[in-house]
């Protein structure tokens, strides 16, 4: 029951916006309390919602994105006024970015002083700031407006290429009382609110065409596949089709890492020498070489390779954004793979033989290397012979969430641990963000109660390390996983003046992570090799109990800037 003054005949902000919410099957709020959110969560969590309260705001609005992606409806972030709103702020633009749906949703000052900047507490424009960074913003000035207010949002999140959302909510707001009757009846739930968007029939038949007569063809698979939850269609569709497919980072496990028809251990093979690639819900960025130069198999960095591109998205403006795009299919992915399984007819011929038999020998080859590599066991832990481990944990647990950022703590653990099922791999998406580590972890645990490991490079960590106290005090199955290589990429950069302080990419030696969890009362173990790492592992998945490893890596072992040494100018400089 709710603890509010509320009488029956009347009804406030905080309730309509409760109700709102819940009417449409909204069940968890990630926040941070202050004025005028505290009194607003604390009567959510009075009315039944589960509310999640962080340290940090930008963590609470990572949680609410990852939770939007898990679950294909908007996760909810409450945020104060002005500074609090400004931390939310990068988790709705990082979920933007990344075609998460969620709605940040921030109490405002008083709009009459704001707007003569007549300096009210935590003062700001909000509403003005946050429009360009997100797909749709929306401010409630009235209560009878809140159900359109909310409903606007959820729509505009979750309909068409989702995205992150911004409600503006003044603090006058919360305590305006209206009729409850009419209160009632001016909230709305929303009906489709994700509408399937079918894709024109003769758009498949052109893109089937392609694929029918390529001699050389490629499925790339990206995170708006894995979140599009279409996943009984896409496998009917790789398996019908037999066509090798590549999973981007989030898209691992869509299929499961070790089917016979991925080509990710013969991954720069196939992107070159593809003559006919199918993008489904993935985009030509930085992250697939913009479609083209060496990467494809073009001659310079700026010439198209030879392939003639399909791209299946529900953006029909993301086509042509890189390269020309011989076959778009705009529609949502469940209803365009399908339209693509019916298309495709009975008498479907696979791939030539010579195709996929030069990507399964490639494979093989790179595999047996990889596995070579990953049985060494050298004296000081390294990347390979850590990951090894947490390699076997996933394999035997594949419904545990793996959260994953860094630079070669990120790189190493996409290439050497496989998913086996789908949207179990949260990273750092299109930006390449630090920071998110926690806060996915705790949406991921909180949304789902699956086990969840979180691998982090020692920087990534510390970007939202002390959430480590929110996954106590909510007692969540999450196991922290800290590649402790004492630094920034690695630990034994040098002053470069030859000064006695650190580079600037060195931290502390040796440092204690592990302490940071067991001052909140979860486990923290060291463990300085496989062995030690392989029984921390099993016991935090066993045990459930919220715990941090940290875990020794050869301060030598990584590369500046992991994958991405090309984009670093200090390296281009160097090669040219
Ligand atoms: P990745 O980084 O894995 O390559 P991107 O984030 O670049 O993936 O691409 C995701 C794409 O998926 C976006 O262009 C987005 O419009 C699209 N998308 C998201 N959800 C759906 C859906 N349900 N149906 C079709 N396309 C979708
Ligand atoms: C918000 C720049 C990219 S990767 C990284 C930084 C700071 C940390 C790499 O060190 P880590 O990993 O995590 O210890 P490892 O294994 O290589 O040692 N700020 C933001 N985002 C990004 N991407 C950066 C800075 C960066
Ligand atoms: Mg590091």
Redesign the pocket.
């Known amino acids: 029951m709710s603890t509010d003054t509320q009488d029956r005949d009347t009804t406030d902000g905080f309730h309509l916006v409760i109700n709102a919410l819940k009417l449409n099957d909204i069940d968890t709020i990630f926040a941070l309390p202050g004025i005028p959110i505290t009194d607003f969560l604390r009567q959510a969590q009075g009315e039944g919602m589960k509310v999640i309260s962080f340290r940090h705001e930008q963590h609470a609005g990572n949680a609410a994105a990852a939770a939007g992606f898990i679950t294909g409806k908007p996760g909810i972030c409450f945020t104060v006024s002005a500074p609090g709103f400004l931390n939310g702020l990068t988790a709705l633009a990082n979920a933007t970015t990344n075609c998460f749906p969620m709605i940040l949703i921030s109490g405002s000052s008083e709009r009459e002083i704001v707007d003569l900047q007549q300096g009210d507490y935590e003062e700001m424009d909000q509403l003005a700031i946050a429009k360009p960074l997100c797909k749709a913003a929306f401010r409630v000035l009235h209560a009878e407006d809140i159900g359109v207010g909310i409903a606007r949002a959820i729509r505009s999140a979750v309909s068409g290429r989702p995205g992150g959302v911004y409600l503006d909510l003044p603090a006058k707001l919360f305590a305006q009382v209206m009729d409850a009757e009419a209160g009632k009846k001016s909230l709305i739930k929303v009906v489709d609110p994700a509408p399937k968007q079918i894709p024109a029939p003769d758009a498949v038949m052109r893109a089937v065409d392609l694929l029918k007569n390529a001699k050389k063809p490629l499925v790339i698979l990206g995170k708006g596949a894995a979140y599009a939850q279409a996943d009984a269609e896409i496998k009917a569709f790789v398996e019908k089709s037999g066509i090798p497919y590549l999973p981007m980072s989030m898209a691992k496990g869509l299929l499961p890492d070790n089917h016979n028809q991925s080509a990710s251990a013969a991954r720069s093979y196939v992107l070159a020498e593809a003559d006919v690639v199918m993008l489904v819900g993935a985009r030509l960025n930085w992250l697939l070489s913009h479609g083209k130069g060496k990467t494809w198999g073009g001659s310079s960095s700026k010439d198209a390779g030879k392939q003639q591109f399909i791209q299946v998205d529900i953006s029909p403006t993301e086509a042509d954004s890189n390269v020309a795009i011989a076959a778009p299919v705009i529609g949502d992915i469940g209803s365009c793979i399908s339209a693509f399984n019916q298309a495709m007819g009975s008498g479907w011929n696979k791939p030539p033989a010579d195709w996929t038999g030069a990507i399964a020998e490639r494979k093989d080859k790179n595999l047996t290397k990889m596995a070579e590599t990953l049985a060494k066991n050298p004296p000081v832990m390294n990347?390979h012979s850590a990951l090894n481990v947490i390699r076997d944990t996933v394999k035997d647990n594949p419904k545990a969430y793996l959260v994953n950022?860094?630079?070669?703590?990120?790189d190493f653990t996409r290439s050497i641990v496989d998913m086996y099922e789908p949207r179990r791999r949260l990273d750092?998406g299109t930006?390449?963000?630090?920071?998110i580590g926690m806060g996915f972890a705790v949406a991921a645990a909180a949304v789902t109660g699956e086990q969840v490991i979180a691998v982090?490079?020692?920087?990534?960590?510390g970007?939202s390390g002390m959430e480590v106290e929110t996954i106590c005090r909510y007692n969540l199955p999450v196991c922290v996983v800290v590649?402790n290589?004492n630094?920034?990429?690695?630990g034994t950069d040098v002053n470069a003046s030859g000064g006695p302080e650190m580079a600037p990419t060195q931290f502390v030696k040796n440092a204690r992570y592990d302490m940071m969890m067991q001052a909140f009362g979860g486990v923290g173990v060291v463990a300085k090799n496989p062995e030690e790492l392989r029984k921390a592992l099993a016991e935090a998945v066993s045990s459930r109990k919220p715990t941090l490893i940290n875990a020794i890596i050869d301060e030598t072992a990584?590369t500046e800037?992991?994958r991405i040494t090309s984009l670093n100018p200090a390296m281009a400089k160097k090669k040219a």
């Open positions: 990347f950022e860094g630079a070669n703590a990120l750092v930006w390449g963000i630090m920071g982090e490079g020692d920087s990534a960590f970007f590649m290589n630094g920034i990429y690695k990584g800037s992991g």
